[in-house]
């Protein structure tokens, strides 16, 4: 047990004293134990066999998600175990070989007990009659010795924000036993208490009618296209490796369009899933488990919602099975008309586990020259997914050469599958071009979310990282994704430094359409009223994280203890060039510093306005009406 947590702790924490996992995972095992030799008379080594088995398990898990999102697992992961299977590469490929060492000692044992039933044929769990064990009185003084160890572990940090100080402080299992202990959900702020204005003010924003934007119904009546990027990271736009550039098509439509550098990902446990729920319905994720899956009974206003109500076809394309995920509740929760997915699609040219970005771009164009044939206006949002971690891309897709130092690894494979994105991506705007929907649409391109963990990079990988930015990659860095609005015609190109997240999207496109939000409860805002803004983080960065024009900050225990850290600019990794092709918006109110630029400290008041967002959301969403179609 003493090996496997320090193996645990090796690979999850920096720089750990050498007996904290001595004094935080041995007393809860002592305790384990001690129950054992108290109680069990029969079966004590299956008893310790199984104790190990789902202590390993425990380990294992916690190692394996921290490397995926940076975060400890709790029992509420559980419920995406059967996403799993779907996703096994992209597990597999975080899989460092001297992890296996955590079940070693499992393997051993098995081959032993088998072997010895063969030679006794008896059962497995045999247990000698000459067993030692433990007196009674002994085994209760450990049990009470190892209680009150693990009692002072556990109360001085239970109330601590960043969970995962809170693990490494009380210890991994103490930590997971905590929270099944005492994991109850906040109060709600009663829904008639939460109304715009009060989202507003903790927010920071003026009163509404002061913020209607220069750009309010500039695109009104168009078609609304929302393309989701899979892994897509601000970086790449811009980026040249060797003279090459990895992303011309999305460059040039920067370069013709609103671009948003300082725009960033407010996706949870769901991932891409998240990221369609959230833009989709400008509220943010739940405190617990995945969005398509905590908030499908409910009826969630929504975009979708909004413009059905305003005359128009709303439709999603993603190439995996609806079932993923939970999107066939999620999208009737958000009121999708109607979505295309495996089925439509089907299993011509696979990448990942779906059809290629190329099979999704073709045949949902065509699909989209259909809507616009039945004379209304159609919002479709389209899912790419051909960049999925952990961007093993076909050999014959390969569009650029890498040089040598990015080849076999993580970043390299990263930039040639978004590289290969990006090309696909580029003939979809030919396609809508020339099929005559692209001039009569509003387009709005986004990542859904990170690609590149710094938790899981190897040196290798950091040191190329640190080669693309001239300094270290960052937390901030790596939840950072690009916004990108077009309306051909309609919205001149421009590099708008407004901060903002995904949350935003749904009144931005309002604000732009002309549609009124009035009766809209929402937690997002029209990125183009030149308000200051607030982002409340969850999941991939601790409870209580948020970014602001002042930086992003990262809690400790409390406010008191967090540190603040400076945002990414784009004149970092993009090339002059590009930084030079893009041009101020004429509105003032747009015509901002960046928000990365020296700024001063981030406040308490802030950090709590921040949680209470958070909080008044899940309120919110969760006292909304269920949802009439559940039953049928």
Do not use: C
Not at 65 to 92: C, D, E, P, R
Not at 208 to 227: F, H, L, M, Q, T
Not at 578 to 599: C, H, N, Q, R, Y
């Amino acid at each position: 047990m003493l090996i496997k947590s320090y193996l645990t702790w090796y690979a999850i924490f920096d720089d750990i004293p050498f007996w904290q996992p001595l004094l935080t995972e041995i007393p809860f095992v002592w305790l384990i134990f001690a129950i054992i030799e108290r109680f069990a008379d029969k079966r004590k080594i299956g008893y310790y066999m199984m104790t190990n088995l789902i202590i390993t398990v425990i380990f294992f898990a916690a190692i394996m998600y921290y490397k995926y999102y940076g975060v400890i697992v709790t029992y509420h992961a559980l419920a995406q175990v059967n996403q799993v299977t779907s996703v096994n590469s992209s597990i597999f490929s975080l899989l460092a070989p001297y992890y296996l060492l955590i079940f070693v000692d499992i393997i051993v044992l098995l081959v032993y007990f088998i072997q010895r039933r063969i030679r006794q044929n008896k059962q497995v769990f045999y247990t000698p009659k000459k067993l030692p064990r433990l007196g009674k009185r002994t085994a209760v003084s450990i049990f009470v010795i190892s209680a009150i160890i693990t009692v002072f572990n556990i109360w001085p940090n239970r109330a601590s924000m960043n969970e995962l100080n809170q693990a490494e402080s009380m210890g991994i299992l103490n930590y997971e036993a905590f929270l099944i202990a005492s994991d109850r959900p906040e109060d709600p702020v009663p829904q008639k208490e939460i109304t715009q204005e009060s989202i507003n003010e903790l927010k920071g924003i003026d009163a509404p009618e002061s913020i209607i934007s220069s750009y309010w119904d500039a695109a009104k009546g168009r078609n609304v296209i929302i393309i989701q990027l899979e892994s897509f990271q601000n970086f790449l736009v811009g980026l040249n490796v060797d003279g090459q550039e990895v992303t011309p098509n999305l460059n040039k439509l920067a370069q013709e369009s609103l671009y948003f550098p300082h725009f960033y990902q407010q996706v949870g446990q769901g991932n891409t899933s998240d990221a369609e729920f959230v833009v989709n319905s400008s509220y943010y994720i739940p405190p617990r488990g995945a969005a398509s899956q905590e908030y499908a009974d409910y009826e969630v206003p929504s975009l979708p919602r909004l413009l059905t109500e305003n005359g128009y076809n709303t439709t999603t394309f993603h190439t995996n099975h609806v079932e993923f995920w939970n999107r066939l509740e999620m999208y009737s929760a958000l009121g999708f008309g109607d979505y295309y997915e495996y089925d439509f699609f089907g299993e011509e040219d696979m990448i990942a586990f779906a059809a290629s970005d190329a099979v999704l771009y073709r045949k949902t164009a065509e699909e989209l020259a259909a809507l616009q044939e039945e004379g209304r206006p159609f919002y479709s949002q389209v899912i790419s997914m051909s960049a999925h971690h952990p961007y093993h891309l076909p050999e014959d897709r390969y569009k650029m050469d890498l040089p040598e130092r990015f080849e076999g690894t993580l970043v390299g494979n990263y930039i040639r599958a978004q590289n290969y994105a990006d090309y696909e991506f580029g003939l979809f705007i030919d396609q809508l071009k020339k099929n005559g929907v692209w001039d009569n649409s509003l387009i709005v391109v986004y990542g859904d979310h990170l690609g590149l963990p710094i938790y899981s990079l190897e040196s290798d990988d950091k040191a190329l990282m640190k080669e693309i930015f001239g300094r270290e990659y960052s937390m901030a860095d790596m939840i950072n994704i690009p916004l990108v609005i077009s309306a051909p015609g309609a919205v001149e190109g421009a590099r708008v430094d407004q901060l903002g997240g995904q949350v935003d999207i749904v009144p931005t496109v309002a604000s732009l359409l002309g549609i009124s939000m009035d009766d809209y409860i929402h937690f997002g805002q029209d990125l183009l009223s030149g308000q200051p803004n607030l982002l409340p983080e969850r999941y991939y960065l601790p409870t209580g994280s948020f970014i602001s024009q002042e930086g992003m900050f990262i809690p400790g225990s409390g406010f008191e203890d967090g540190k603040q850290y400076k945002l990414p600019e784009i004149e970092e990794t993009a090339s002059k060039e590009f930084i030079d092709s893009l041009v101020p918006p004429e509105d003032p109110l747009l015509a901002k510093e960046a928000s990365g630029t020296e700024a001063p400290d981030v406040s308490q008041d802030q950090y709590e306005r921040a949680l209470a967002l958070m909080h008044y959301s899940y309120s919110y969403v969760s006292q909304l009406p269920e949802r009439s179609d559940i039953e049928e």
